[in-house]
C-alpha cells in the first residue's frame, strides 16, 4: 500500500508537468506531502486496548492545482491523491463514535457534489482521489461570483475562531496550508471606500439519507467595514438550522493589535454566546523577531464545571453535534491560548503553543517547528505534550469501562513538502 501510494503520487506530479507544458495558458502548481504522527498512550487509556503502548500514521498527498482566466472568468481546480497507512483508522470501528468521533478517511458524504472517489481501501490504509477545490468565478471591478467547491474563512481569532463557522481548523493543528472546501455560491460586492459585503450559500446533504436539506446547509451574509484605522465585521447566518449572529473587530493599539469576535447562536435547546479576543504583537528579542499572541476564547457549547461524564456529554447534544462537525474542538468553556513565533533565521522558525483549559486545570504543550531547507523542500514538525490528571480535558476525559480514559501521551508529527 505504501509503495503504491508514492508511485501514483510521482505519476500524478509527473502528469501535471506535461500538462503545463502542453498549455502553457493554465497555471499550474502544487506539491505533494509527506506525513507521519507517533502517538503514546498511558496506562489508563483506552486507546492502549485498541492499539498498543503507541501508535503510528503515515501519510502522503499530493496537490496539483489548475487555474485559468480569461476576461473576467476564472476556473480553479485543486486535484488531490490522498494515501493514508494509519493504525488510528482502526479507532472507529472499536470505539463509541458519539463520544469520540476518530478522525477517519475524508469523504463527501455531507457535500452537495461526491467528488471524492476511493481507489482502495482497508482496516488500516485507503488510497483517494479528489477535487477539493472546483470552482468557476466572475469578477468585474466590485463583484465577484463564485460557484463551486471553494474555501472560506471568516473572524478575527488567531487560533480558537468562534465565527468561522466553515471548516475551520482545530487550533492545534499543525499544516494550516489549505483548508477543506465546501460546495457553495459565493457573492462579493465591493464599495467605493474599501469596505465589503459577503454572502455565500453553502448547500449540504444529510449524510444519513443522502438527500440535500435546508436544515444541512448553511446561508451567511458578512459585512466587513471601517472605522478610521480600525476593522469590523457583521455576521448573520442559517447554519444547520441555527441562527448566528456575529460582530468582531480589530484594533490598532501602539505597535499591537487588538482582535475579537462575538457570537449569538439560537439553538433548539438554548441560546448560546461564544467569544474570542487575542492580543498581538511582535518585537526583537536577541536579535531574533518574535510575534507573539495571547488569546482568550469562551466556548459558549461547553460543558459547565468540568463535568466531562458520559452522561453529561450526551445531555449536551449542540457540543457533540459541532464537534463531530469539525466545528469546536474543546469540551470546556474558558481557554487561554499563548503563541510565540520565534525567527531563529529567515528559513528556520520555532513555535511554541500552550492550550490551556482554565477549569481543569489542564494544558496541551506543543513546539512547532518549520524549516525551508531548499528553494522547494519544506520540513514541518511538532512535538505535542498534553498536561493534566485522569478526568481532565487534556490528561484524558472518563471512557467506558470505568477506570479508562480517552488519554494520550506525548505525540511527535513530521512532514516534508515539495512545492512545484
Excluded at 299 to 320: A, E, I, M, V, W
Excluded at 348 to 367: G, K, M
Amino acid at each position: 500500500m505504501k509503495r503504491l501510494v508514492v508511485l501514483l503520487l510521482a505519476l500524478a506530479c509527473s502528469l501535471a508537468a506535461q500538462a503545463q507544458s502542453s498549455d502553457p495558458g493554465w497555471d499550474i502548481s502544487g506539491h505533494t506531502k509527506f506525513r507521519f504522527n507517533y502517538y503514546s498512550y498511558p496506562d489508563d487509556s483506552i486507546f492502549r486496548d485498541v492499539l498498543g503502548s503507541s501508535a503510528t500514521d503515515y501519510g502522503a498527498d499530493a496537490r496539483i492545482k489548475f487555474s485559468k482566466r480569461s476576461g473576467g472568468w476564472d476556473f480553479k481546480a485543486d486535484y488531490q491523491l490522498i494515501g493514508i497507512y494509519a493504525d488510528r483508522l482502526t479507532l472507529a470501528e472499536e470505539l463509541p463514535g458519539e463520544l469520540w468521533p476518530s478522525s477517519g478517511v475524508i469523504n463527501d458524504d455531507r457535500r452537495w457534489f461526491d467528488l471524492t472517489w476511493t481507489l482502495a481501501e482497508s482496516s488500516k490504509g485507503a488510497l483517494l482521489h479528489r477535487f477539493d477545490r472546483l470552482s468557476v468565478g466572475y469578477t468585474t471591478d466590485h463583484t465577484v461570483w463564485r460557484f463551486g467547491r471553494q474555501a472560506l474563512s471568516w473572524g478575527n481569532g488567531m487560533m480558537f475562531n468562534p465565527m468561522d463557522i466553515f471548516n475551520p481548523f482545530d487550533p492545534a493543528t499543525v499544516d494550516k496550508e489549505y483548508k477543506s472546501g465546501d460546495d457553495m455560491l459565493y457573492g462579493q460586492y465591493l464599495f467605493n471606500n474599501g469596505s465589503d459585503v459577503q454572502g455565500v450559500a453553502v448547500v449540504r446533504r444529510n449524510p444519513l439519507s443522502g438527500d440535500v436539506e435546508k436544515d444541512q446547509s448553511s446561508f451567511a451574509v458578512k459585512y466587513h467595514g471601517f472605522v478610521g484605522m480600525n476593522e469590523f465585521d457583521l455576521l448573520a447566518a442559517e447554519h444547520y438550522a441555527d441562527q448566528v449572529l456575529g460582530a468582531g473587530a480589530s484594533l490598532s493599539l501602539g505597535g499591537a493589535v487588538l482582535r475579537g469576535d462575538l457570537t449569538w447562536t439560537d439553538t433548539d435547546l438554548d441560546d448560546v454566546l461564544s467569544a474570542v479576543t487575542s492580543l498581538s504583537y511582535s518585537w526583537t528579542w536577541g536579535g531574533k523577531n518574535v510575534s507573539g499572541v495571547l488569546e482568550y476564547y469562551y466556548n459558549g457549547f461547553g460543558q459547565s464545571d468540568s463535568d466531562y461524564s458520559t452522561q453529561s456529554l450526551l445531555n449536551n447534544p449542540d457540543l457533540l453535534k459541532r464537534i463531530e462537525r469539525g466545528e469546536v474542538f474543546t469540551l470546556a468553556r474558558h481557554y487561554v491560548a499563548v503563541s510565540a513565533m520565534v525567527e531563529l533565521t529567515p528559513l528556520f522558525l520555532v513555535t511554541p503553543n500552550v492550550f490551556l483549559n482554565l477549569e481543569d486545570p489542564s494544558a496541551l504543550l506543543q513546539i512547532v517547528a518549520q524549516y525551508d531547507w531548499k528553494q522547494n523542500l519544506q520540513v514541518l514538525g511538532a512535538l505535542n505534550i498534553p498536561v493534566g490528571s485522569s478526568g481532565t480535558e487534556y490528561g484524558g476525559i472518563e471512557a467506558p469501562p470505568e477506570g479508562s480514559y480517552f488519554s494520550q501521551g506525548p505525540g511527535l508529527f513530521a512532514q516534508l513538502a515539495w512545492y512545484f
